[in-house]
């Protein structure tokens, strides 16, 4: 009995077909089709195949039936649905309309059945979060050449317009940043929607100049608040000056020479005066 068993499980799992690999794109954006491909294989000698199913959810929306014709069918094709799709015996690629709503979640199922006797089945499943992703790295503007110990920076991180707006957060020597310029209840402001209906975003901070190690790590991140969440960061480098009051130093140093100098012309003004006056009366 145990054998029977044991040979029987073999049979299903020998004579089906099996998914080699399931091509969702993690995001895809509304503007676009998103291009799915189902990849399948069986084994030589085993039955051929039946038909691929593709799912939305629970909602069929596709089928590949190789022994039917027409051997497509598309279900559902205006509310989100398939626009086209091309398979053969190895690969399944659909086209498939997104609706716009953002940050939702779609799943995607590939289904593969194998002809009789048994009709094995085998699916895989993969999900689609409905996003426009940045496509380029925050950018920080502000970074002067090199900076004053003590000295006042402000800041700015910049995103390309994306949906989900992005969240960001700055991190300085690696610690997260609290303190927002010009923001209120640390949101990140947001730019007004585009053409595309995409908004981009940005964080300032002012910052106090103040390290030992003669520079700071700053880094800008950007996230939008999906699941899961993209994000995309910017590193900068605050350069301190070697020598911070440099500048501060020769603007005195060079006063303070004219101010000797005049005492010096000054004294010998006087001991001239008081020499001169001294011949005098000596020649008396
Ligand atoms: C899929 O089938 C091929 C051919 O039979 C086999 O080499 C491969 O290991 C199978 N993969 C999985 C994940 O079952
Ligand atoms: C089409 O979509 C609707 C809802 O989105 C669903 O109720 C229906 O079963 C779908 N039809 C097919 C053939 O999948
Ligand atoms: C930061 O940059 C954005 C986008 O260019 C701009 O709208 C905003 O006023 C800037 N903020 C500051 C404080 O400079
Ligand atoms: C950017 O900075 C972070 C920490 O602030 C660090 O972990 C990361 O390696 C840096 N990336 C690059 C490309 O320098």
């Known amino acids: 009995m145990p054998v029977l068993l044991v040979f029987g499980l073999f049979v299903v799992i020998a004579t089906a077909h099996n998914i080699t690999f399931l091509e969702v794109p993690m995001y895809g ?55 086209r799709g091309s398979c053969n015996l190895n690969s399944c690629a659909i086209s498939v309309i997104l609706p716009r709503n953002y940050n939702t979640k779609l799943s995607f199922t590939c289904e593969v059945s194998t002809e009789g006797p048994r009709f094995a ?20 503007s ?29 991190y300085i020597d690696g610690r997260p940043d609290r303190t927002d310029f ?49 994000i995309r960061a910017t590193n900068a480098t605050l350069v301190v000056a070697r020598s911070p009051h440099l500048s501060m130093f020769t603007a005195a140093g060079s006063s303070s020479t004219m101010l000797e100098a005049t ?8 001991s001239v005066h008081i020499f001169s006056k001294y011949s005098a009366l000596s020649e008396v």
């Not at 799912?55 to 069918?73: C, V």
């Not at 995103?159 to 960001?168: D, F, L, R, S």
């Not at 981009?200 to 608040?225: D, H, K, N, Y």
């Not at 005492?263 to 006087?270: A, E, G, K, N, S």
């Open 29 to 83: 954006d509304p503007h676009q089709e998103a291009n799915l491909v189902c990849h399948y294989m069986n084994d030589q000698g085993d039955p051929a195949l039946h038909s691929v199913k593709w799912y939305r959810g629970s909602n069929e929306i596709f089928r590949f039936t190789p022994g039917q014709q027409p051997p497509t069918r598309t279900f559902n094709s205006t509310a989100g649905g398939v626009s």
């Open 182 to 230: 010009g923001t209120r209840n640390n949101n990140t402001p947001v730019s007004n929607a585009n053409d595309f209906n995409l908004r981009s975003s940005w964080r300032a901070i002012r910052l106090r100049v103040a390290t030992s190690r003669g520079f700071m790590a700053l880094r800008c991140e950007a996230i939008q608040p999906m699941q899961p969440p993209y």
């Open 142 to 170: 502000g970074v002067p050449g090199t900076v004053q110990l003590g000295e006042d920076v402000l800041l700015n991180c910049t995103t390309k317009p994306a949906m989900p707006p992005a969240n960001i957060v700055w």
């Open 263 to 270: 005492v010096l012309i000054l004294t010998l003004c006087i």
């Open 121 to 140: 089945v085998v699916k895989q499943t993969k999900e689609l979060t409905v996003a426009v992703t940045l496509k380029e790295d925050p950018v920080i």
